[in-house]
């Protein structure tokens, strides 16, 4: 049995969201979403329910997400391209491996 790839998305706009995200029901027994970061409150309660995520799973933003200790095997960064770098940065620093969108 494959073990699942846990991933935290940054940014659930079309790309986060809707494509790497989607991926969890595309192939249940590959992926599963453990933590989201949306600045907008209506991404992130949709993503809460369709994902099955506790609220402490869900962050205003990326740099919220990674105060805390690492969430996923996976950080998706899906966020405005000027903020790849220092997220990407960070992420790396606890162990996350990183897809930058763009």
Sequence with gaps: ???IVTCAIAGLGNRGNDVYGN??????DERKVTAVADP????RDAARERYKLEEENCFETA???????????VLV??????QHVP?????LKLGY???CEK
């Design 1 to 3: 049995m494959k073990k």
């Design 23 to 28: 991926y969890q029901f595309v192939m249940p």
């Design 63 to 73: 740099e919220e997400l990674l105060k805390r200790p690492k969430l996923a095997d």
């Design 40 to 43: 907008v409150k209506e991404k």
């Design 87 to 91: 997220q990407a940065l960070e992420a």
């Design 97 to 99: 491996h990183v897809l």
């Design 77 to 82: 960064i899906a966020t405005q391209d000027r």
